[in-house]
């Protein structure tokens, strides 16, 4: 009979326990987005861009960037931005000036140019984003979200080229944008990438 007794009271505990641990579950709910899916959806350009680096090294080659060490940061205190590039690209001194500056890779003939931009009523972003969609049928460019545009593609000249925009709060804007060969494209778009990615407001 004790042995009975004491096998009731065990049984018992472990049905509460189940009960308790079974009302403690949360059914997720289907409607409502995560923050990762969230922060995928933001991220929708770059992944775009890569895939299409990704297509471009079908042949088996993986996409080469840069090491963090052969990067260097450029930083416009004054505009609050800065930006990673590399330690060999140099500095045009003539076009650049306190809202940004101008680097040019002599060995690749690529260009960055990484500006603050007055855009007064988005007239800036507007006429730049026609002159993305008018450059040839190779351009692609989308919004990531309401503060942030990002295109990529073939220009009408057959060069390659890159750039993400970035609204600020006060509605000014940073553009940065990479042109380099159409033939370098295999070396150049995930390096473009990078340095675009790398963009941030201060």
Same mark, same amino acid.
């Given at each position: 009979?004790?042995?009975?007794?004491?096998?009731?009271?065990?049984?018992?505990?472990? !049905?509460?326990?189940?009960?308790?641990?079974?009302?403690?579950? +949360?059914?997720?709910? %289907?409607?409502?987005?995560? !923050?990762?899916?969230?922060? &995928?959806?933001?991220? /929708?350009?770059?992944?775009?861009?890569?895939?299409?680096?990704?297509?471009?090294?079908?042949?088996?080659?993986?996409?080469?960037?840069?090491?963090?060490?052969?990067?260097? !940061?450029?930083?416009?205190?004054?505009?609050?931005?800065?930006?990673?590039?590399? #330690?060999?690209?140099?500095?045009?001194?003539?076009?650049?000036?306190?809202? @940004?500056?101008?680097?040019?890779?002599?060995?690749?003939?690529?260009?960055?140019?990484?500006?603050?931009? +007055?855009?007064?009523?988005?007239?800036?972003?507007?006429?730049?984003?026609?002159?993305?969609?008018?450059?040839?049928?190779?351009?692609? @460019?989308?919004?990531?979200? &309401?503060?942030?545009?990002?295109?990529?593609?073939?220009?009408?000249? %057959?060069?390659?080229?890159? +750039?993400?925009?970035?609204? &600020?709060?006060? @509605?000014?804007?940073?553009?940065? &944008?990479?042109?380099?060969?159409?033939?370098?494209? #295999?070396?150049?778009?995930?390096? /473009?990438?990078?340095?675009?990615?790398?963009?941030?407001? +201060?």
């Amino acid at each position: 009979m004790r042995n009975i007794r004491s096998i009731v009271p065990i049984s018992a505990a472990l !049905s509460a326990a189940l009960i308790l641990s079974s009302c403690g579950k +949360q059914e997720a709910v %289907g409607d409502v987005p995560s !923050s990762e899916e969230l922060a &995928k959806q933001a991220d /929708a350009a770059s992944k775009a861009i890569r895939e299409e680096n990704a297509a471009a090294n079908a042949d088996g080659d993986a996409p080469v960037v840069m090491d963090s060490a052969q990067m260097t !940061s450029y930083t416009n205190a004054l505009r609050g931005f800065s930006i990673m590039v590399p #330690k060999s690209w140099a500095v045009d001194e003539k076009t650049s000036d306190d809202n @940004g500056r101008h680097f040019n890779d002599t060995g690749s003939d690529a260009m960055l140019r990484a500006v603050w931009i +007055q855009n007064r009523n988005d007239g800036d972003l507007t006429a730049t984003i026609k002159e993305l969609e008018d450059a040839g049928d190779g351009m692609t @460019g989308a919004y990531v979200n &309401k503060n942030e545009y990002r295109a990529s593609g073939t220009m009408g000249d %057959g060069s390659k080229t890159a +750039q993400r925009i970035l609204r &600020k709060p006060d @509605g000014t804007m940073i553009s940065a &944008k990479i042109t380099y060969l159409a033939d370098d494209a #295999k070396t150049m778009d995930p390096l /473009a990438a990078q340095i675009l990615d790398s963009l941030t407001l +201060q």
